[in-house]
């Protein structure tokens, strides 16, 4: 699938990191604290005014005496973040009383009329503000991720062209700046349209950076094909595959259970490129060796790495220390726990899912209480590792409302207003034609993460010692104290 090259020696170059000044220079506008009550009166105004005649709002809005400023501007489009004609109707108001737009304020219109999805007038605006000379690159994102979003491919090329018509250029790096943002928000498809359209009509040239990006966009959603598509002209066209281009490819080779290429891809940039191969690469390697139960070959690895002079970090030795519970070696687990000095959280986790999936859930909850005694706090992924290994995953079945799980769950959901997935999931527990689904820990903490919740827990872990539960008594009240509410988890 993806074609093997020899490595050359790596490019002191990745992409072009210059920035494109604006035209006209303007000095910082000093921030000016917004009147609570003026910001009150304009925004009802905005609300209940916005399709009354222009003149009448413009009435009702002089009466309000406010300080219009750029902060104040600001403020009014957070009230309405997706909803463009009270905003845009404010915009006209403020170009009757000599206000001065940045490019600040006009981004923030921007993202506002982009996140409604009123392409025409978006359109309208992208060449006003190319003619006020006030683009920059967050001009550029947010304008080219509402076209994309909205399936708007040519607009979003014709975008490019038309700053170039208003002086800004064909600039690499704003492109690069683009793609990337692109395939951060999975829009990778749309982001290869822009490349090649821009390359083909030779615009700009897309360089090693560029294509770096569509080939992690790519195996973000999962598309293995045109990642290697992409990784291949990349090569054809002379440029230096990155090694955190090679994890990328690997982590999703890893994901989708080709063991086999993931590794073969390994051994390539051992043998051709072993210089660069760091701390991250061991770690991802050694890491899925061991969810994969293939404890022996990540010993390899391990040893490997030791050798080259690197180090392993927690997460490495927490890989290593489930690998050991997961084939029942126990004693050589805890070896590896104890003599790491300062352990953090990822260490603790490895040993919790060891321990729970040999079925030794109390042996996992004394090693909750010993993170929290040496001040590593648990997150929500280990509570939910701890309930899963103590309750099962179709959670605890019981006659008392109190240690039944899905009495809970249905109560929590309702209270949530979830009434619909309350019904369907009473629909499945009590048809027995169709098997019970798996119990979802997290949705079940997550509603009751509230004031309600922490006064519930405490009632269950009093009712789940009174039946000899003293671990999931433990747990719970863990849970009410430190992780119900966010000013819980906030100052923990």
Same mark, same amino acid.
Request: charge should be positive.
């Given at each position: 699938?993806?074609?093997?090259?020899?490595?050359?020696?790596?490019?002191?170059?990745?992409?072009?990191?210059?920035?494109?000044?604006?035209?006209?220079?303007?000095?910082?506008?000093?921030?000016?604290?917004?009147?609570?009550?003026?910001?009150?009166?304009?925004?009802?105004?905005?609300?209940?005014?916005?399709?009354?005649?222009?003149?009448?709002?413009?009435?009702?809005?002089?009466?309000?005496?406010?300080?219009?400023?750029?902060?104040?501007?600001?403020?009014?489009?957070?009230?309405?973040?997706?909803?463009?004609?009270?905003?845009?109707?404010?915009?006209?108001?403020?170009?009757?009383?000599?206000?001065?737009?940045?490019?600040?304020?006009?981004?923030?219109?921007?993202?506002?009329?982009?996140?409604?999805?009123?392409?025409?007038?978006?359109?309208?605006?992208?060449?006003?503000?190319?003619?006020?000379?006030?683009?920059?690159?967050?001009?550029?994102?947010?304008?080219?991720?509402?076209?994309?979003?909205?399936?708007?491919?040519?607009?979003?090329?014709?975008?490019?062209?038309?700053?170039?018509?208003?002086?800004?250029?064909?600039?690499?790096?704003?492109?690069?700046?683009?793609?990337?943002?692109?395939?951060?928000?999975?829009?990778?498809?749309?982001?290869?349209?822009?490349?090649?359209?821009?390359?083909?009509?030779?615009?700009?040239?897309?360089?090693?950076?560029?294509?770096?990006?569509?080939?992690?966009?790519?195996?973000?959603?999962?598309?293995?094909?045109?990642?290697?598509?992409?990784?291949?002209?990349?090569?054809?066209?002379?440029?230096?595959?990155?090694?955190?281009?090679?994890?990328?490819?690997?982590?999703?080779?890893?994901?989708?259970?080709?063991?086999?290429?993931?590794?073969?891809?390994?051994?390539?940039?051992?043998?051709?490129?072993?210089?660069?191969?760091?701390?991250?690469?061991?770690?991802?390697?050694?890491?899925?060796?061991?969810?994969?139960? %293939?404890?022996?070959? &990540?010993?390899? =690895? $391990?040893? @490997? /790495?030791?050798? !080259? #002079?690197? *180090? +392993?970090?927690?997460?490495?030795?927490?890989?290593?220390?489930?690998?050991?519970?997961?084939?029942?070696?126990?004693?050589?687990?805890?070896?590896?726990?104890?003599?790491?000095?300062?352990?953090?959280?990822?260490?603790?986790?490895?040993?919790?899912?060891?321990?729970?999936?040999?079925? %030794?859930?109390?042996? &996992?909850?004394? =090693? $909750?209480? @010993? /993170?929290?005694? !040496? #001040?590593? *706090? +648990?997150?929500?992924?280990?509570?939910?590792?701890?309930?899963?290994?103590?309750?099962?995953?179709?959670?605890?079945?019981?006659?008392?409302?109190?240690?039944?799980?899905?009495?809970?769950?249905?109560?929590?959901?309702?209270?949530?207003?979830?009434?619909?997935?309350?019904?369907?999931?009473?629909?499945?527990?009590?048809?027995?034609?169709?098997?019970?689904?798996?119990?979802?820990?997290?949705?079940?903490?997550?509603?009751?993460?509230?004031?309600?919740?922490?006064?519930?827990?405490?009632?269950?872990?009093?009712?789940?010692?009174?039946?000899?539960?003293?671990?999931?008594?433990?747990?719970?009240?863990?849970?009410?104290?430190?992780?119900?509410?966010?000013?819980?988890?906030?100052?923990?």
């Amino acid at each position: 699938m993806i074609r093997w090259i020899q490595f050359r020696n790596p490019s002191a170059s990745i992409s072009s990191l210059h920035h494109r000044l604006n035209s006209t220079t303007t000095t910082p506008n000093p921030i000016t604290p917004v009147n609570p009550s003026h910001l009150l009166k304009v925004s009802t105004i905005l609300y209940q005014q916005q399709n009354s005649p222009e003149s009448r709002f413009h009435t009702s809005l002089n009466h309000c005496n406010f300080h219009l400023t750029h902060e104040f501007f600001l403020q009014i489009c957070n009230q309405f973040p997706y909803s463009w004609k009270p905003i845009y109707k404010f915009h006209i108001f403020t170009q009757t009383h000599n206000f001065n737009h940045t490019s600040i304020t006009l981004n923030k219109m921007l993202d506002v009329i982009g996140k409604s999805r009123n392409i025409d007038l978006l359109w309208d605006l992208v060449k006003e503000i190319g003619q006020r000379q006030l683009v920059n690159d967050k001009t550029y994102k947010i304008v080219v991720k509402t076209l994309a979003s909205a399936r708007e491919m040519k607009k979003c090329v014709d975008f490019f062209h038309i700053m170039n018509g208003f002086g800004y250029g064909y600039e690499l790096g704003t492109l690069n700046k683009v793609v990337d943002m692109l395939c951060g928000c999975k829009l990778v498809e749309e982001a290869k349209y822009i490349v090649n359209k821009l390359k083909d009509g030779g615009s700009v040239k897309p360089d090693g950076f560029t294509y770096k990006c569509l080939i992690r966009g790519f195996c973000d959603v999962g598309d293995l094909v045109d990642a290697s598509k992409i990784w291949n002209l990349l090569v054809d066209e002379g440029f230096e595959v990155e090694i955190d281009a090679v994890e990328k490819m690997m982590d999703t080779l890893f994901k989708t259970n080709r063991f086999d290429e993931a590794m073969k891809l390994f051994q390539s940039v051992r043998i051709n490129r072993i210089d660069e191969v760091g701390l991250s690469t061991y770690k991802l390697v050694i890491g899925w060796m061991c969810r994969k139960d %293939k404890l022996g070959h &990540a010993r390899m =690895v $391990f040893d @490997e /790495m030791r050798e !080259r #002079g690197i *180090e +392993p970090d927690c997460e490495i030795l927490g890989s290593l220390i489930y690998g050991f519970l997961s084939k029942a070696r126990i004693r050589e687990a805890y070896a590896i726990a104890e003599a790491i000095d300062n352990p953090d959280i990822s260490v603790y986790h490895g040993l919790v899912k060891g321990l729970w999936r040999l079925k %030794k859930a109390n042996e &996992a909850t004394n =090693v $909750f209480r @010993e /993170m929290i005694r !040496r #001040g590593c *706090e +648990p997150t929500m992924h280990t509570y939910v590792m701890l309930l899963q290994g103590h309750l099962g995953k179709r959670g605890r079945k019981g006659n008392d409302p109190l240690i039944n799980f899905d009495t809970i769950f249905v109560g929590g959901l309702v209270k949530a207003g979830k009434s619909y997935e309350a019904t369907k999931y009473i629909e499945r527990v009590t048809n027995r034609g169709l098997e019970v689904p798996r119990f979802d820990y997290n949705r079940f903490l997550h509603y009751y993460s509230n004031e309600e919740g922490i006064i519930m827990f405490d009632a269950m872990s009093k009712k789940l010692r009174e039946v000899g539960l003293f671990d999931l008594g433990d747990i719970f009240e863990r849970y009410g104290q430190k992780m119900a509410t966010r000013e819980q988890r906030r100052d923990r």
